[in-house]
């Protein structure tokens, strides 16, 4: 399936990019705090035991023996996901995760950074046979060309397992062992290639509310109908290897290049044993995304500090307050529609503001 969006979103793109280039703090554009490090190898969370400590929760996310974290859509402004506390600096992430179905709601497993790099995973809830792939580097929106579809029948039937590689020489998705998808610093847009430390992001959104640009909307698969739902997606289980080591990553200058970052008591790549020997070749991409928006585009809105999901797809009105450990914690919902911090529009505050 392919979506040619067009002319529509030609003239949608200079607001959305003004709306996504931003983040709680850039460390290519001034000094920030470390990110705390994951720094273990082949760490499960198995979620059918219950929520992890590892991972903040916002919105409708429950837990059961069967199906694990349950984020469910009930209504307009529901936006369910859980983040973790800590970053990687590469590693290998695998979700087993039974995606949501409905008419313009998308569920979603990303990697993050904080100078807004980032590698994804979306499923349509009208698309029960493909899920997406993309990624993007320091924040450029410029393209929404980035994005393939891959063949995956009966997402939101069964559970299946996507797994995102990342090393500095290549991230390699895949489906149930099955490699659909390699970029390598060289195929990868100059110098947009993910190589920052990562934070990780699952949840939904309905990328089909009527309050979403109409580009949104189309993308998503059209209008969603909350009559319909509740909408729910699944995650039985995670498994995390980072394949560096320390307590924390540091950006060492402002380029955002992976040879500047620093681990803290530790190394950067420490745990190279950890990674694969050998990968399979990635089939031919065949469906591509010729523009479409930024999928799930509110994580360029928060990194360390906001998580709260209520307007497209999210953005955060809650400032948390960092434990000991580093994790986060007593992050704020709001009840309000397109309210940031400080209160007001979207439109009415800038990226600086934000940040304060």
Known sequence: MRFFLGAALSLLSSTLVAAQTYTDCNPTQRSCPADPAFGQSDKTFDFTSGASDAFKSTGSVTYDQTNGAT????????GPLIQSGWYIMFGRVEFTIKAAPGTGIVS???LQSDDLDEIDWEWLGGNNAQVQTNYFGKGDTSSYSRGAYHDNAGN??????FSIDWTS?????????????VLTPETADTNRYPESPMMIKVGVWAGGDSNNPQGTIDWAGGQ?????????????????????????????DRSGSWKSIIAEGGQINGNKGAEPTSTESAPEITATIDSVPVPWS?????????????????????????????????????SGHN??????????QSPESLLD
Request: aromatic share 14%.
């Open 339 to 348: 309210k940031p911090p400080g209160g007001g529009s979207m439109s009415e």
């Open 156 to 161: 939101h039937d069964d559970f299946h397992t």
């Open 298 to 334: 509110g994580t360029h809105k928060e990194t360390t500090s906001w998580v709260t999901p209520n307007v497209w797809p999210w953005v955060a009105t809650g400032s948390p307050l960092a434990s000991s450990t580093g994790y986060q914690y007593e992050w704020e919902s709001s």
């Open 108 to 110: 979603s497993a990303v």
């Open 71 to 78: 984020f469910t859509i009930s209504k307009q402004g529901d």
């Open 224 to 252: 969603t109908d909350y009559s319909q739902g509740p909408f729910k997606m699944y995650l039985k289980s995670m498994t995390v290897t980072d394949y560096s080591t320390g307590t924390s990553y540091r950006y060492g």
């Open 169 to 181: 020489t290549q991230i390699v998705w895949a489906i149930d062992g099955k490699t659909v998808r």
